[in-house]
């Protein structure tokens, strides 16, 4: 057996694991393991193989929430990379045991193993493990509250995937910084680079990435208190999830709108939300997800006042949350348990349980929660019904938390804390002090609330422009004598911005390309048989799919001549896996040509070639500007696709050879030998046919 069918087999597990399929992606990557024993190949090719599998493993487990078979079998991947001297394995077993301490909230040890992972990538030139690593570090930043940090590491990784090519990549980079903005409560800039996501997901054809970006728009609203909106964005998130089989994603949105619920004292749909989303993730065996939905309905029993199921809820999600050793949640739900006993008039419990929830914030650096959670033992204290009130450490802890949240620029928290200590100072009748932080909660509170409103106007402000400036753009694109509007859809972005500068003769040289052809056959035939409008309607619905194929892949359409379809990877933006880019692009081309009929039934079918070489780029024309290529690349790639078969991907020996020795994932793709054949123009030559491995 050769190993292309196993790599298929760990391709299939990772898109099964990214729809939330944990079961399919599980039983995928432990048939890997069972043949690898069987296996045609070398030692290195059988364990780096071996270790994939493993990785896939990991993935599932840490989705799951069963972080400790996740760190175990990502350690295996380590030990196999030692023994057999597989570099490229162990960085992604790195970034796999950070992520699963990310999840934890450990965030040193995510640091630690993500910046060990950064190193070996770097070492090795691999920019898109860079840029994947950058980004997760930027992810820790955010959760640690450290925002400028966030954004550093975040545009580093933005940056890179744009360089890349990798849109799609670009796209999540470009939502997480969104995320960041949310966090901060910068909801204009928040929707901006939402709407940056959402448009290149959007363009890729990705639903996953549709409905992450529609749920983070939601969560915008939440926060602006626009919960009709809120619940709009959740429930398109929500029913794109259910499209495409997200399952995992599901439950987490199911939770988004039982917070929703909930923030409107709809109690009793809270429950019914949140009860969907814990017998979700109850099925799919996420231990992460069942603790965290758990502990909001222990919220919804606390905002009932029934005190008693809120602790046995809350009692339940704090076991879930350290038995997988998550302790950031475990610092939250303890938090939690605290202010249900503060509730309860029990306040030496609650004082137990708050004093552990900072100590354990505080060993994270959780600088937003610790200031919380100082605040509130600050207001236990000062407590007057607590037989353990004291003024003394009263004062201390809310002088504290306010020093904190003034650093944090947490202004609702802050304006809470001198509210409390205006009304310690009163009952103290310290009333000198007692003006003075009376004033601040005045001026604080009211200062908030206009910023609210001013934030909430400025959202609504940039809503209305983005809308405006649709509208323009549409219009501007009908009016051809706005050549800055119009290059980009005629050329490519590179060009078009050096013919806006002034450049006037545009001329390049791009040695590592690879070229695609295709074309119809039995076109001349066809054209005679179908209406002039039919035949016109047929090329453009084609051409229009290839288009946002090429996309998605990273490819640039250089011209249609006829029924014939060229395009290029490699140019004028290098990349270094042209070869990978154009064999997913003519494989995704192919396939979705398999089943095509025009109107009157008639089947069509498609020749496509490739071949990888250097080429002579530039601009042609003075009025009509033209992108073309030219050189012996182009004339190959043509002669593959006129010497191909229909249905099928004819590629020269080049293009496989590039392929295999640039290509850094695993693919579910083989050459076929074709043999030495005559080709026009070219001589003898050994070709190959490209499939999909099924």
């Given amino acids: 057996m050769t190993n292309s069918k196993p790599q298929a087999l760990i391709y299939r597990a ?11 992606a599980e039983r995928l990557a432990y048939e890997v393991l069972a043949e690898l024993d069987t296996l045609d190949g070398t030692l290195s090719e059988v364990e780096t193989l071996r270790a994939n599998a493993y990785l896939s493993l990991a993935n599932t487990a840490m989705q799951r929430g069963t972080f400790d078979v996740a760190l175990e079998q990502a350690e295996q991947v380590i030990a196999l990379g030692e023994e057999y001297l597989l570099p490229t394995v162990q960085p992604k077993a790195w970034s796999t045991i950070g992520n699963v301490y990310a ?6 040890r995510a640091l630690e193993y993500y910046t060990k992972s950064l190193s070996a990538y770097e070492e090795l030139g691999v920019k898109l493990g860079i840029a994947g690593v950058t980004g997760n570090i930027g992810i820790v930043y955010r959760n ?12 580093k990784a933005l940056s890179t995937h744009l360089e890349l090519g990798e849109m799609s990549s670009a796209a999540s980079a470009t939502g997480n910084i969104g995320n960041v903005y949310l966090n901060l409560g910068i909801y204009d800039k928040a929707l901006e680079y ?11 054809g990705e639903q996953s990435g549709i409905a992450g970006v529609t749920g983070n728009i939601g969560l915008v609203y939440e926060n602006l208190g626009m919960y009709d909106k809120a619940l709009e964005y959740f429930s398109k998130s929500l029913s794109t999830n259910e499209a495409v089989g ?20 709809m109690y009793d749909k809270a429950l019914e939300y949140y009860c969907k989303s814990l017998s979700a993730h109850e099925a799919l065996g996420e ?11 222990g919220l919804v029993y606390q905002n009932l006042g029934m005190y008693d199921k809120a602790l046995e809820y809350l009692f339940k999600s704090l076991s879930a949350h350290e038995v997988v050793g998550a302790k950031s949640f475990v610092a939250i739900v303890t938090g939690n348990i605290g202010n249900v006993y503060r509730n309860l008039g029990m306040y030496n419990k609650a004082l137990e349980y708050m004093i552990k929830s900072l100590s354990t914030h505080e060993a994270l650096g959780e ?3 610790v200031a919380i959670v100082t605040g509130n033992i600050g207001a236990l204290y000062a407590t007057q019904k607590f037989e353990g009130y004291e003024a003394a450490k009263a004062e201390e802890y809310l002088l504290k938390a306010i020093a904190l949240n003034e650093e944090i620029k947490a202004k609702r928290n802050l ?8 009304d310690l100072y009163k009952h103290e009748e310290r009333w000198k002090d007692f003006a003075i932080h009376f004033e601040k909660y005045h001026d604080i509170e009211k200062a908030v609330q206009s910023e609210e409103a001013t934030k909430q106007a400025q959202f609504m402000e940039h809503r209305r422009k983005i809308e405006e400036c649709e509208r323009d753009r549409q219009v501007k694109l009908a009016r051809f004598q706005e050549q800055e509007k119009i290059l980009p859809n005629i050329l490519p972005a590179k060009i078009a911005e050096r013919i806006v500068l002034g450049e006037k003769t545009i001329a390049d040289t791009h040695e590592y390309v690879s070229v695609f052809f295709s074309d119809i056959v039995g076109f001349t035939k066809l054209s005679q048989q179908v209406s002039a409008v039919e035949l016109v309607g047929m090329l453009n619905g084609i051409f229009s799919q290839f288009d946002q194929i090429a996309r998605k892949h990273g490819l640039e359409k250089i011209k249609t001549i006829g029924d014939s379809y060229m395009a290029v990877c490699g140019a004028p933006i290098q990349v270094n896996n042209h070869a990978e880019r154009t064999a997913l692009f003519a494989l995704e081309v192919a396939e979705k040509m398999k089943d095509y009929r025009t109107n009157s039934g008639e089947k069509i079918e498609m020749r496509i070639g490739l071949h990888s070489g250097s080429v002579v780029a530039g601009i042609i024309g003075e009025n009509k500007f033209a992108y073309d290529l030219w050189g012996d690349a182009v004339n190959t790639a043509s002669r593959m696709e006129s010497h191909s078969e229909a249905g099928k991907i004819h590629v020269s020996e080049d293009f496989r050879t590039t392929f295999i020795s640039t290509t850094l994932n695993e693919l579910p793709i083989q050459f076929i030998p074709r043999g030495e054949m005559d080709i026009k123009g070219k001589g003898m030559m050994k070709t190959y046919f490209l499939e999909r491995i099924q």
Wanted: proline share 0%.
């Fill in 14 to 24: 990772e898109e099964a694991n990214k729809s939330g399929n944990f079961d399919e």
């Fill in 103 to 108: 999840s934890l909230g450990i965030y040193n």
């Fill in 144 to 155: 640690l509250g450290i925002y400028d940090k966030a954004l550093e590491f975040m545009g």
């Fill in 194 to 204: 939402y709407s940056k996501a959402l448009s290149t997901h959007e363009e890729l």
């Fill in 246 to 265: 997200a399952k995992s994603f599901v439950a987490s949105v199911m939770a988004n709108i039982g917070n929703v619920y909930r923030n409107l004292d």
């Fill in 287 to 297: 231990q992460s997800g069942v603790a965290i939905t758990t502990g909001n309905i």
């Fill in 367 to 369: 600088q937003t929660s």
């Fill in 415 to 422: 304006y809470e804390n001198h509210k409390f200590l205006s």
